[in-house]
Structures are given as C-alpha cells and as structure tokens.
C-alpha cells in the first residue's frame, strides 16, 4: 500500500518541477525592450509561488498517508533547485541582470557580469539543499530555505516594476536573499508552528486570525500582504541571531 500511494506526493513534487521549468519558459519568452515583457515576468513569478504551494503540500501529503521515501526526498530536491534556485535566477537576470557587463581588453560590454551574479541562486540553492539532505533538524531550518528564498524573488515583479528599483539596489537585494540560503541562520519550520497553532487549544485564536488575514487580503492587494508575510519570515531569522549574539556577549 505504501508503495501504491507514493505516486500522490511524487506527482505533486514533479508539478513543482514542471511549473518551475514553465517560469523559466516564460522568462525566456520576454525581450526587456518590449512593453509586454513585466507581464510574462509577473506570470514567471505567479508559477514560482504556485510551485511553493505543491512543494508545501508533497510533504504532507506523503507524512499524512505514510508514504515517506528517499526517492521522493531525493526527487524533491531537485525540483527544488530547479524551481526555487534556477527559476528565480534566470528571472532576475532578464529582469536586472541582463545589461551588467565589464569593459576589459579595449571591447566595450565584453564580460557578462550580469550571468555571473544570476549564477549565485543556483549555486547558493544547491548547496543548501545539499547540506539538508546531509543532516537536518527537525524543527529548524539551517539556513533560509530554499523555496521561501524563490518566492522572495517570485513576488518581486508582482510588487514593482524594472523602472521602479535601481539595479544595484536589485543585485544588493539578490545577492543578500541568496547568501542567507547558506548562512547558519536559524529558521523556524512553518509546518511545525502551523500544527502548534491549529491545537484544539488555540483553535479560536486560529480562527481569529485566519478570519483576519482574509479581510487583509480582500482589501489590500494579495503580493504586498504575501511579501510581508515572507519579509517578516526571512528577518525573523536575522532578528533571532542579533538576540542571540547580544545574549552571548553580554555572558
């Protein structure tokens, strides 16, 4: 039975794949010259999000039906690194990245540096699902994971345009999120705050506050809400190590 039903959580890990694959499509689609091209790149953005939906859902799928395999955590992190690390750099190259380049050898634009910054998600991606895969802990995160870091990027054009953010505030900006993918930052896993949040204890608080978030997005619109909920996430790592940090100097 258990080999029957481990076909529900691959399916979903290879729909986090396969959207990751269209982003890239899509990007690849977009000429920065043309005024169409920050729509393909909402829509590239729009499938990196979805794609953090299957990759949330493939893990509980398979612990609610018992069905945990090294294939599918082996499956899972190449979908991972394709959707949450590929996908997001290749977006902000088009988007940012494209027109950086290096006068060297008396040839005016001859050196991409913009491909070699873009570069850095993959890199930093892989690596982080590397050392996960070597060992973990089960409550925290080592590290900001991987497919929280591809929505940070994946919300980015739904929020502001190209015009709007000067491009070395947007390499700043990339540089940082991938950097902290293998810092030693400890992150909390949402899964296990979501399961202490939903008891039967707090399910009147729960209730409040899913009440609450809903009229936060009915009447804002939904990519500001979701990147301060994602922005709130990735500082909390950083405010948590400043405290920790403080604590130990002062002992």
């Known amino acids: 039975m258990k080999l029957k039903l481990t076909w529900i959580p691959n399916t979903l890990t290879l729909g986090n794949l396969t959207l990751g694959f269209v982003s890239m499509l899509l990007v690849a689609e977009t000429n920065p010259s043309q005024s169409n ?14 794609a953090a939906l299957f990759d949330g859902f493939d893990g509980m799928a398979a612990r609610a039906l018992n069905c945990t395999s090294e294939l599918g955590a082996d499956l899972d992190s190449l979908a991972d690194l394709t959707t949450f690390g590929i996908a997001p750099g290749f977006l902000s190259y088009k988007m940012f990245f494209y027109d950086i380049k290096l006068d060297i050898f008396d040839k005016p634009d001859y050196f991409p540096l913009g491909m070699f910054i873009a570069a850095l998600y993959p890199i930093c991606a892989a690596y982080r699902l590397a050392r996960f895969n070597v060992a973990h802990d089960p409550k925290s995160f080592n590290g900001l994971p991987s497919p929280v870091a591809g929505v940070v990027i994946g919300i980015f054009p739904l ?9 070395w505030t947007a390499v700043l900006f990339f540089v940082i ?8 930052l400890r992150y909390s896993k949402p899964q296990v705050a979501i399961r202490g949040l939903f008891s039967w204890k707090k399910l009147g ?36 190590f400043l405290i920790q940090t403080i604590q130990d100097y002062r002992v």
Do not use: C, D, K
């Open 159 to 167: 929020v502001f345009s190209v015009s709007q953010v000067p491009v």
């Open 37 to 50: 091209s920050h729509e393909l790149y909402t829509l590239a953005g729009v499938f990196i999000i979805l």
């Open 177 to 184: 999120t991938a950097l902290l993918m293998v810092s030693t």
């Open 205 to 240: 608080i729960s209730i409040i506050g899913l009440g609450l978030l809903l009229l936060a997005i009915g009447f804002y619109r939904w990519p500001y809400v979701m990147y301060g909920a994602v922005g709130f996430y990735v500082f909390s790592g950083i405010v948590s």
